[in-house]
């Protein structure tokens, strides 16, 4: 089969923990044909459907043999194929990480014109759009932290009154980007909500801090609806309040708790039936922080420390959806 990823620059992967790469490796060990795009290089002219000229790509003998956690650099490149419909490929699959910005949603909406034209595409364009990955916490209030959603500053202040402990984030963060503490002294409250709303002009998030934080930042993966055995707890270093790997979180395979797998056997067939195939959901102490469905990562670091193959598991619920 052959599949289309639109991805960041794929030559940028660091591919002893990406995500995407282990799906790239694990399909290519199947026999599938690989291709990659960027997002910028979707295209649709009247008559001729949603196109791009796309980059073959080889996986190197040490790629496809490597073990998650070895850097492997040794990608083969082929030259650029012919220009092509997204509708000829098997598979199309979204993985453009974060930030959801203008570009991005530009980039759904010409995935959603080649799924009317033919195309399979996970995660579905429409799902992507429907589903922000801190806004979508408020549909399952029952799994969830007090959360309020504003750019209103008194509201913000209120709310910080009435709970005395809150994490303040942005709505189009990534990685712990953005993210602040503010305790019952309330200290520079005043100063971070200004600049998190921009003078009360951008709306963000106010959730009740939760001191299981230590413990991790529980990432849950959902694949085809189903949760993987093993959760990631990212769990916070020298004082940090963020477990993101990319805040110097430190990465720990456990099995999922009863409240996790709970949440996760909730969730996973409502956002399954939706077009989202691939789902990371974010955990603390038992309550649902987040709902990512952009590229969920966290696939090399379960598979090396639990001896869960995810990626095999992603490329084996494809291949069902296809056939």
């Known amino acids: ?31 599938h044909q690989l291709w990659v795009c960027e997002p910028w290089q979707l295209r649709s002219e009247p008559g001729q459907g949603v196109r791009v000229t796309p980059t073959r790509l080889h996986l190197s003998l040490d790629a496809l043999h490597s073990h998650a956690g070895q850097h492997v650099p040794d990608w083969v490149q082929a030259a650029e194929d012919a220009t092509r419909c997204l509708a000829d490929f098997d598979a199309v699959l979204m993985r453009k990480d974060p930030p959801f910005d203008a570009e991005y949603a530009y980039a759904t909406h010409l995935l959603s014109q080649a799924e009317r034209e033919g195309a399979k595409v996970f995660n579905r364009p429409a799902a992507l759009r429907e589903h922000p990955e801190k806004l979508a916490i408020l549909e399952f209030p029952q799994f969830t932290a007090p959360t309020l959603v504003s750019r209103d500053m008194a509201a913000l202040r209120a709310f910080h009154a009435e709970q005395q402990d809150l994490i303040f984030k942005p709505l189009d963060g990534m990685g712990g980007m953005g993210i ?132 095999a598991l992603f490329v084996d619920a494809l291949e069902h959806h296809l056939r």
Do not use: W
Request: charged letters at 20%; hydrophobic letters at 45%.
């Open 180 to 311: 602040f503490r503010v305790k019952a002294d309330a200290l520079n409250l005043g100063a971070i909500l200004e600049q998190l709303t921009r003078d009360g002009t951008q709306t963000i998030m106010a959730q009740r801090y939760l001191p299981q934080i230590s413990e991790g930042d529980k990432r849950v993966l959902l694949i085809d609806g189903v949760p993987v055995s093993h959760a990631l707890a990212r769990i916070p270093q020298g004082g940090e309040v963020r477990g993101n790997l990319a805040a110097g979180g430190k990465g720990v395979a456990m099995p999922l708790t009863p409240r996790e797998r709970e949440i996760a056997e909730t969730l996973g067939p409502i956002l399954a039936a939706r077009g989202l195939m691939l789902v990371g959901l974010d955990v603390i102490g038992g309550h649902l922080t987040e709902i990512n469905v952009t590229s969920p990562t966290c696939f090399q670091e379960i598979s090396a420390q639990a001896g869960v193959d995810v990626a």
């Open 1 to 31: 089969m052959d599949f289309l990823v639109v991805a960041d620059p794929y030559q940028e992967f660091k591919t002893h923990k990406d995500s995407t790469f282990a799906m790239l490796r694990e399909a290519a060990r199947r026999g």
